[in-house]
C-alpha cells in the first residue's frame, strides 16, 4: 500500500515559477512561464500562466522562484502547493 502512495505523489504535476503575489493569508500567485511551439508560424512562444499555491508557513516573498506540487482544490482557485523555496529574491 505504502508503493502506491508513493507512486501516486510522484505522478503529480510539478511547476517552477516566480512568485508575483503574497497579499493573501497563506496563499501566493505565481507565474509560471511556458515555450510552447506555434502550430502556424513554427515558432516558439512564450506563455505565462498564474497559479494559486498554498503557502503554509506565509514564507514566500514576492520575486522568490519556487517550486509547486499539484494537490487535490483547497478552494474554487488554489490548486498547488509550495514544496520549495528554490531561489530568494535579491
Known amino acids: 500500500m505504502t508503493d502506491a502512495t508513493t507512486t501516486d505523489r510522484s505522478a503529480r504535476k510539478v511547476r517552477e515559477g516566480l512568485v508575483v503575489s503574497n497579499k493573501m493569508n497563506k496563499t501566493v500567485v505565481i507565474a509560471v512561464v511556458e515555450r510552447v511551439s506555434h502550430k502556424k508560424y513554427d515558432k516558439f512562444v512564450l506563455r505565462t500562466k498564474k497559479l494559486y499555491a498554498h503557502d503554509e508557513a506565509n ?32
Open 59 to 90: 514564507d514566500a516573498q514576492i520575486g522568490d522562484r519556487v517550486r509547486v506540487m499539484e494537490i487535490r482544490p483547497m478552494s474554487k482557485l488554489k490548486r498547488w502547493r509550495i514544496t520549495e523555496i528554490v531561489e530568494r529574491a535579491k
